[in-house]
């Protein structure tokens, strides 16, 4: 493409030939199979295990796994467009896709040798197994460093020994990589040092999973605690370079926040269209509420933040693609399209007036799903700490 678009040139935000021949049958397959029984399945909050082996022949269990593992190989603007449009029909399995996808198997290829990709990708990528990542305890959650699992050299491996929380797939992943502390930090540097990360197989003894949490929504997402005791781990399973592995974390969660981004924004994209659609139909004072403009105006908000929160997610993701440092869009990204999300969905709810309060519409369910977003994979307020420093070190001399 020229550097300057003549009038009918594709933009690169717009939609490949590519990307639409594969999200036209995946919308048909959300429309016609997930769509149905979201809603049943967020009251009685039962996990999805047909829709998941269904989406994982479709590759969208292995949408960045490299073809000879059995995955999709998309670049991360196509992914995210998926993660968008999941989180359009459903918020549960959004998280469900979004963090297998990119927290534990974007994990394995981040820092997986030859040997750790053969064995584990092609399960993760047609989703024979779960993939899930544990990284939050019960002390640390935004300060992720000051993590107290443990994972001691001991003849030829690890015994790793320590507590989780809020492990999505904790109960339902085949596969764990489990991030741990193996060194002291160095003398001298962040307590970052020391840390390193573990694939576990889900049937390691020692590997205890405890009761699902009771959520405020994504109720038919898995989110378990964990207990690590004394689990043995064999040498091999180390990913990366020990006591480095917080290197990699750091790189996961950049690429995670660009599918928290996208997922938010799936969500505010569905209740804008309920809500436009309801303020068509819904008569007060003579006319359709659209035609006042009290409400025509919160559409056109909802429309606009929306809009511009896709365009800073697709631009962390081709910036992730062109191999450049997209660590400041990624958290832009998933501060603007997370905050986007939720005041659609709550502005939906106000539109919506008493219907928009009970279940009937979903936009309440959309709010619940969406308020997530705002919390998992670094709150608003350190996507601030991250976009603050960047600001901040740009402007330093
Ligand atoms: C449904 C769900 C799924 C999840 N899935 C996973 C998963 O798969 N794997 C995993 O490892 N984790 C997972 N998490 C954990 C999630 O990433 C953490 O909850 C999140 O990072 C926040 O940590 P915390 O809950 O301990 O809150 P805290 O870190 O205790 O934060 C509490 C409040 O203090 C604020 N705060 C903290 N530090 C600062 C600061 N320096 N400056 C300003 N404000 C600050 C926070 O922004 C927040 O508002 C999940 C959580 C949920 C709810």
């Known amino acids: 493409m020229s550097a300057t678009a003549r009038p009918g040139e ?13 999200l036209g049958p995946l919308r048909e397959f959300l429309r016609s199979e997930v769509a149905p029984g979201a809603v049943e399945r967020d009251r009685r909050g039962s996990f999805p295990h047909d829709i998941v082996r269904q989406l994982g022949a479709m590759g969208v269990f292995g949408l960045q796994v490299p073809e000879r593992y059995g995955g999709a190989a998309l670049d991360t603007l196509t992914a995210a467009r998926i993660i968008e449009e999941i989180g359009a029909v459903d918020g549960s ?31 993760l990528a047609s989703a024979r197994k779960l993939g ?8 640390s959650g935004s300060d992720a460093a000051a993590l107290r699992t443990r994972a001691e050299e001991r003849d030829d491996g690890y015994v790793i020994d320590g507590s989780k929380v809020f492990i999505t797939q904790g109960t339902v992943a085949g596969t764990y990589v489990v991030i741990a502390r193996t060194d002291p930090a160095p003398e001298g540097r962040s307590k970052a040092g020391g840390i390193s990360a ?7 003894p020692g590997l205890v999973r405890g009761t699902p949490e009771e959520k405020l929504g994504l109720h038919s997402s898995d989110t378990t605690p964990l207990t690590f005791e004394g689990m043995r781990v064999p040498a091999e399973n180390l990913l990366g370079r020990r006591g480095e592995g917080f290197e990699d974390v750091k790189a996961v969660l950049d690429g995670g926040r660009i599918g928290i981004g996208a997922m938010g924004i799936g969500l505010g994209r569905a209740a804008l269209e309920t809500a436009a659609r309801y303020a068509l139909e819904r008569e007060q004072f003579g006319r359709p509420i659209a035609r006042h403009q009290a409400i025509a105006f919160k559409l056109a908000e909802m429309a606009t933040e929306l809009e511009a929160a896709r365009l800073l997610v697709l631009k962390a993701a081709a910036l992730k693609d ?32 008493g219907y928009g309060y009970v279940r009937e519409y979903e936009v309440e369910r959309m709010w619940r799903d969406a308020r997530l977003t705002r919390i998992g994979e670094g709150t608003d307020e350190v996507q601030h700490l991250v976009i603050a420093r960047h600001v901040l070190n740009s402007f330093q001399s």
């Open 10 to 22: 594709p933009l690169w935000f717009d939609l490949t030939a590519d990307q639409r021949a594969l």
């Open 93 to 123: 399995l959004c998280l469900t896709v979004a963090s297998h996808n990119s927290l534990c198997t974007g994990h394995l290829l981040q820092a997986a040798d030859e040997g750790q990709r053969e064995r584990y990708l092609p399960d």
């Open 132 to 139: 899930a990542w544990c990284l939050t305890e019960p002390a």
């Open 198 to 204: 573990f694939v576990v197989d889900g049937d390691t």
């Open 322 to 353: 062109a191999g450049r440092d997209y660590t400041l869009a990624a958290s832009m990204a998933k501060l603007k399209g997370s905050v986007a999300g939720v005041a659609a969905c709550d502005a939906a709810i106000q539109i919506l007036g």
